[in-house]
């Protein structure tokens, strides 16, 4: 289908395409084109100054990726990372970050009329893009841009730093 024909369709017949994840119970989703990855939990470096749900750093192949505790984020208690936790590495300006989840499930596809914006006392979150209703169950669909609303800036020389370290390690490691 050319381009001007995929602009001239109606939005609610557009598929669009969420992975899924579980934080205790509750489904949430995010869209595809968001995440880049699914990795197993790693023991995060502590990140100074961060808030109580920035869990610290990973290194992602020289990369250096903030840790979120979405559980914490979003106002449950702070629990341990546990080794069967998984972390969602989502796309995000000025830099990507890993988010904790317990469980992530699948790749859905749905149609735009599906997704719902939130309603009643799901209104006024600053962190739902919408509401996906999939067979009995509510998925959470979460507005990527707005579940890290910090100022990455006042750490990236902390970032640089460990970037620098982990490519001369990587270096020395290789001459060896």
Same mark, same amino acid.
């Given at each position: 289908? *050319? +381009? @001007?024909?995929?602009?001239?369709?109606?939005?609610?017949?557009?598929?669009?395409?969420?992975?899924?994840?579980?934080?205790?119970?509750?489904?949430?989703?995010?869209?595809?084109?968001?995440?880049?990855?699914?990795?197993?939990?790693?023991?995060?470096?502590?990140? !100074?100054?961060?808030?109580?749900?920035?869990?610290?750093?990973? *290194?992602?192949? &020289? %990369?250096?990726?903030?840790?979120?505790?979405? &559980?914490?984020?979003?106002?449950?208690?702070?629990?341990?990372?546990?080794?069967?936790?998984?972390?969602?590495?989502?796309? %995000?300006?000025?830099? *990507?970050?890993?988010?904790?989840?317990?469980?992530?499930?699948?790749?859905?596809?749905?149609?735009? $009329?599906?997704?719902?914006? !939130? @309603? &009643?006392?799901?209104?006024? @979150? +600053?962190?739902?893009?919408?509401?996906?209703? *999939?067979?009995?169950?509510?998925?959470?669909?979460?507005? !990527? $841009?707005?579940?890290?609303?910090?100022?990455?800036?006042?750490?990236?020389?902390?970032?640089?730093?460990?970037?620098?370290?982990?490519?001369?390690?990587?270096?020395?490691?290789?001459?060896?």
């Amino acid at each position: 289908m *050319n +381009q @001007s024909l995929q602009e001239s369709q109606p939005s609610q017949n557009r598929q669009r395409r969420f992975v899924s994840f579980r934080l205790e119970e509750d489904a949430f989703a995010l869209p595809l084109e968001r995440v880049e990855r699914a990795l197993r939990m790693v023991a995060p470096v502590q990140l !100074p100054q961060a808030p109580s749900w920035v869990l610290g750093v990973i *290194n992602m192949h &020289g %990369q250096v990726l903030p840790v979120l505790d979405l &559980g914490q984020r979003f106002g449950r208690d702070a629990k341990k990372p546990r080794p069967e936790q998984r972390l969602l590495v989502m796309s %995000q300006q000025p830099r *990507n970050v890993a988010l904790l989840v317990d469980q992530v499930e699948r790749v859905l596809s749905a149609h735009e $009329d599906r997704l719902e914006p !939130p @309603s &009643g006392h799901l209104a006024g @979150s +600053q962190v739902l893009a919408g509401v996906l209703k *999939n067979n009995e169950e509510l998925v959470l669909v979460l507005d !990527p $841009d707005r579940l890290a609303p910090l100022d990455w800036e006042k750490h990236e020389e902390t970032f640089k730093a460990m970037e620098q370290e982990a490519a001369l390690r990587e270096e020395l490691e290789q001459q060896q």
